[in-house]
């Protein structure tokens, strides 16, 4: 199992922003992709962003061009570099990677985006 332990969610005001990061346990080396999910109030979790090994890419297409996923091999750590905040941007955002057959969810931390 992987442990997976976010940091840097806050409050902050519309247009603003916020850097999350995602430490794990492992060598992320190790593991072929690492994602961030959100979930807003009443919403069900959705998929943010997503950053393979090789450092390949994907974004919602609600936040493409605002959010910038990235990782440090070196710290075993992935940051969601999140610009241009909205107020549907609200939640709580959860890093997440699929190991040895097995779903790792991290704790989650509060963004809050005010209007």
């Known amino acids: 199992q992987v442990q997976l332990v976010e940091s840097g969610g806050g409050l902050v005001q519309a247009g603003g922003s916020l850097r999350l990061s995602c430490a794990a346990s492992?060598?992320?080396?190790?593991?072929?992709?690492m994602d961030w999910y959100r979930q807003g109030p009443g919403m069900q979790r959705e998929l943010v962003a997503a950053?393979?090994?090789?450092?390949?890419?994907n974004y919602a297409d609600s936040v493409k061009g605002r959010f910038t996923l990235s990782r440090d091999n070196a710290k075993n750590t992935v940051y969601l570099q999140m610009s241009s905040l909205k107020p549907e941007d609200t939640a709580v955002y959860y890093c997440?990677?699929?190991?040895?057959?097995?779903?790792?969810w991290g704790q989650g931390t509060q963004v809050t985006v005010s209007s």
């Open positions: 997440h990677c699929r190991f040895a057959r097995l779903e790792n």
């Open positions: 492992i060598s992320i080396f190790s593991i072929n992709t």
């Open positions: 950053i393979t090994r090789g450092g390949t890419t």
